[in-house]
């Protein structure tokens, strides 16, 4: 009788140590990246990219970037130099912005950009996220911005 109780043990042992070690279901993996993806409203979208020109700020301070805002269809975020806002108008997939103006003032740095990146929203036309970047395409699907997920401030 005790071997019997031995090997119920070991088996109930192994039976618990598979269960802690299994590996998620697929279905598991993709419900958890989901759930740490960033929503496309409501997140600060830091620039990283115009076209395929990497982008650096040099002032964190007034780093290019966008957040739509969720309760309202109004972008508003930096050029780079400027505060900036306007509207969008969200339909699945696409994407598209509208009446983008911005502050007016004369910075030492980060005017470049600016010039190049509010524009650059008018050709806007679909968005797609990966992982923690944020891709805006024109009509034809090429790259017009590439922004990387901040956390809140």
């Given at each position: 009788m005790r071997p019997n109780l031995r090997?119920?043990?070991?088996?109930?042992?192994?039976?618990?140590?598979?269960?802690?070690?299994?590996?998620p279901a697929a279905s598991e993996?993709?419900?958890?990246?989901?759930?740490?993806?960033?929503?496309?409203r409501g997140t600060y979208w830091k620039l990283v990219a115009l076209g395929a020109m990497p982008?650096?700020?040099a002032d964190t301070a007034r780093e290019p970037h966008i957040i739509l805002q969720a309760d309202t269809s109004r972008v508003n975020?930096?050029?780079?130099c400027n505060r900036m806002f306007g509207g969008y108008q969200l339909n699945g997939n696409s994407l598209t912005f509208s009446a983008i103006a911005s502050t007016k003032m004369a910075c030492?740095?980060?005017?470049?950009?600016?010039?190049a990146f509010?524009?650059?929203?008018?050709?806007?036309?679909?968005?797609?996220?990966?992982?923690?970047?944020?891709?805006?395409?024109d009509s034809?699907?090429?790259?017009?911005?590439r922004f990387d997920a901040k956390p809140a401030r």
């Open positions: 090997c119920l043990a070991v088996a109930l042992a192994l039976a618990v140590v598979a269960g802690c070690s299994r590996r993996d993709a419900a958890s990246a989901a759930s740490t993806m960033p929503e496309l982008i650096t700020a975020g930096s050029g780079g030492p740095s980060g005017m470049e950009t600016e010039t509010l524009p650059a929203l008018q050709r806007v036309a679909r968005w797609r996220i990966t992982g923690q970047q944020l891709e805006l395409s034809a699907g090429a790259l017009v911005a």
